[in-house]
């Protein structure tokens, strides 16, 4: 899709893949230079979406099955009571630090901060991709006009609010 892909790698939790899948913008991890989806999130992602990766050819997507634990992310884990699907995510992070990890899910984000991993969510992505000029800003509203009933993403109002005046300010919208 994308002719001038970013250099940008991730790694990606279910949360961003299925909201994306939603709002039918999956395409949007095809500007990533590398897409990198544990299987069990890819498994997590087809449970909810079983049809998510089947219209879209994302050329950069590898799934993987291995993916270390050390005593020192098991602990950030329990602490954090994160998922397997973040627990394997996390884990392959730890391995590629300079990759952002994609996720929406607020305890993987804190245990990212305890990483010192670089984290966005859906609602990044989205905004990401008016830098990129993938879509143009008046797409990117109409999506975040119609977030909430098109997506299973929780996200608070008064976020979601500030996205929207952001970008109808910098746009003149």
Do not use: W
Not at 11 to 31: K, Q, R, S
Not at 98 to 119: G, M, Q
């Amino acid at each position: 899709m994308v002719m001038n892909r970013s250099k940008t790698s991730v790694v990606c939790d279910a949360g961003p893949i299925i909201h994306l899948d939603e709002l039918g913008c999956i395409y949007l991890l095809d500007d990533f230079e590398k897409v990198l989806v544990p299987n069990v999130v890819h498994n997590e992602v087809l449970y909810h979406r079983p049809h998510a990766f089947e219209d879209t050819i994302i050329q950069n997507l590898e799934f993987l099955n291995n993916f270390p634990e050390d005593e020192y992310l098991s602990s950030i884990f329990r602490i954090f009571s994160l998922d397997a699907g973040e627990k394997a995510a996390l884990a392959v992070l730890s391995n590629n630090p300079d990759f952002i990890f994609l996720t929406d899910d607020a305890a993987a984000r804190l245990a990212s901060s305890k990483l010192d991993v670089k984290v966005h969510g859906t609602l990044g992505i989205l905004i990401r991709s008016i830098r990129r000029e993938i879509m143009p800003p008046d797409k990117v509203l109409e999506i975040l006009y119609t977030l909430r009933t098109n997506s299973t993403l929780h996200i608070k109002p008064s976020l979601l609010q500030k996205a929207i005046d952001r970008i109808r300010y910098e746009f003149c919208l």
